[in-house]
């Protein structure tokens, strides 16, 4: 637990429709709490298919309560995109993360998590372990 | 030695390569790619130029993580944090000298190429922009003209590779066959050095 505070959630995807829709998806499966900081931040500035590193910036922004922020991407410019800025050092806020997990499945876990108040390696972790389940 | 001058030459000289070969990078993204690497790269480079312009940077490594802050806010693809990347970190690299040798700028341009390999996991033999940026780094100790003909020459041994990073590798033996565009774009960058050395 961390103060009561919640970590955020960012969900990078090259499609503003899926960033948004797995938001919604994640929020609903969560349940009743729904107080988890999420933001979607899909497709390019300019509304196509890729990634915006400013959309990224301000997500991360608006769902900083303290606690950290779980960034989940999904393919190719996303990722890097999301690591550039880690690299960058003052794009994203301090205890930002990029979770190494599958985008939907773990976006779902991580706001999940995030809804019991868990710090955020917790929330890291149980993204992470989306990975673990099968499909065959 | 390289002053800033000579690195906003160089920006300039990469935005023209840019704007002349986009419609060819683009071409060669579409049968293993997403069709976008030269407009992506337009985009890119029209806001150097613009920042450039703007902000006015006065030292070799100023004008280099300015002009790399740039591709990685405005590209919108992979090639955008990449390029970003490899000139933040050899602007980082130089740090604040107002003129450095062509031995120093070799030095954080390997630094650059490092850090880029970091962040896509790209090795040599990937059919990735590291395929043209490895080699160049190397000769670029010779001079730019070698750095060049490096670089072209490993851009266009990318062609038989089978692409492992990337949406080409997707594609799997389907990618054997197309020069990589990243290695490509990558070969104009490199040119452009010996472009603003001759000015």
Same mark, same amino acid.
């Given at each position: 637990?961390s103060?009561?505070? &919640?970590?955020?959630?960012v969900?990078?995807?090259?499609?503003? /429709?899926?960033?948004?829709s797995v938001?919604?998806?994640?929020k609903?499966? =969560?349940?009743g709490?729904?107080?988890?900081?999420i933001?979607?931040?899909?497709?390019t500035?300019?509304?196509?298919?890729?990634?915006?590193?400013e959309?990224?910036?301000?997500a %991360?922004?608006s769902?900083?309560?303290?606690?950290g922020?779980?960034v989940?991407?999904?393919?190719?410019?996303?990722?890097?995109?999301?690591?550039?800025?880690?690299a /960058?050092?003052?794009?994203l806020?301090?205890?930002?993360?990029l979770?190494?997990?599958?985008?939907?499945e773990?976006?779902?876990?991580?706001?999940?998590t995030?809804?019991?108040?868990?710090?955020?390696?917790?929330?890291?972790?149980?993204? =992470?372990e989306?990975?673990?389940?099968?499909?065959? | 030695?390289?002053?800033?001058d000579?690195?906003?030459?160089?920006?300039?000289?990469?935005?023209?390569?840019?704007?002349? /070969?986009?419609d060819?990078?683009t071409a060669?993204?579409?049968?293993?790619g997403?069709?976008?690497?030269?407009?992506? &790269?337009q985009r890119?480079?029209?806001?150097?130029?613009?920042?450039? /312009?703007?902000?006015?940077?006065?030292t070799?490594? %100023?004008?280099?993580?300015?002009a790399?802050?740039?591709?990685?806010?405005?590209?919108?693809?992979?090639?955008?944090p990449?390029?970003?990347?490899?000139?933040?970190?050899?602007g980082?690299?130089?740090?604040? %000298?107002?003129?450095?040798s062509?031995?120093?700028?070799?030095?954080?341009l390997r630094?650059?190429?490092?850090?880029?390999r970091?962040l896509?996991?790209?090795a040599?033999?990937d059919k990735?922009?590291?395929?043209?940026?490895?080699?160049?780094?190397?000769?670029?100790?010779?001079?730019?003209?070698?750095?060049?003909?490096a670089a072209?020459?490993?851009?266009?041994?990318?062609?038989?590779?089978?692409?492992?990073?990337g949406?080409?590798?997707?594609l799997?033996?389907?990618?054997?066959?197309h020069?990589?565009?990243?290695?490509?774009?990558? =070969?104009?960058?490199?040119?452009? &050095?010996?472009?603003?050395?001759?000015?």
């Amino acid at each position: 637990m961390s103060d009561g505070k &919640l970590v955020g959630i960012v969900l990078v995807s090259h499609s503003a /429709e899926v960033a948004a829709s797995v938001a919604g998806l994640a929020k609903g499966l =969560a349940g009743g709490d729904v107080s988890v900081p999420i933001a979607p931040a899909g497709g390019t500035a300019a509304g196509g298919f890729g990634t915006s590193s400013e959309l990224v910036s301000a997500a %991360a922004a608006s769902v900083d309560r303290g606690a950290g922020v779980a960034v989940l991407a999904d393919l190719g410019s996303a990722v890097l995109t999301v690591k550039a800025l880690l690299a /960058e050092g003052d794009e994203l806020p301090d205890g930002t993360r990029l979770v190494d997990a599958p985008f939907v499945e773990g976006a779902v876990a991580a706001v999940v998590t995030a809804a019991t108040g868990a710090d955020l390696a917790a929330v890291e972790a149980a993204a =992470a372990e989306a990975y673990a389940y099968r499909k065959e | 030695m390289l002053d800033a001058d000579f690195f906003r030459r160089w920006m300039t000289a990469c935005a023209a390569s840019v704007e002349r /070969e986009a419609d060819r990078l683009t071409a060669l993204d579409s049968p293993i790619g997403d069709a976008d690497h030269g407009t992506n &790269l337009q985009r890119g480079f029209r806001a150097v130029t613009a920042a450039l /312009e703007r902000e006015a940077p006065t030292t070799p490594g %100023a004008v280099l993580t300015l002009a790399g802050r740039q591709l990685i806010s405005s590209v919108g693809g992979a090639s955008g944090p990449l390029y970003g990347t490899l000139l933040r970190r050899t602007g980082k690299a130089l740090g604040d %000298a107002a003129e450095v040798s062509e031995e120093q700028l070799a030095e954080a341009l390997r630094a650059g190429v490092d850090a880029v390999r970091a962040l896509g996991g790209a090795a040599p033999g990937d059919k990735t922009m590291v395929d043209a940026l490895v080699p160049a780094v190397e000769a670029l100790s010779t001079s730019f003209a070698a750095a060049k003909d490096a670089a072209d020459e490993g851009a266009i041994a990318t062609t038989p590779m089978l692409a492992r990073k990337g949406r080409a590798s997707y594609l799997g033996e389907r990618s054997v066959g197309h020069q990589d565009p990243g290695a490509t774009s990558s =070969a104009l960058i490199v040119a452009a &050095l010996e472009e603003a050395d001759g000015e």
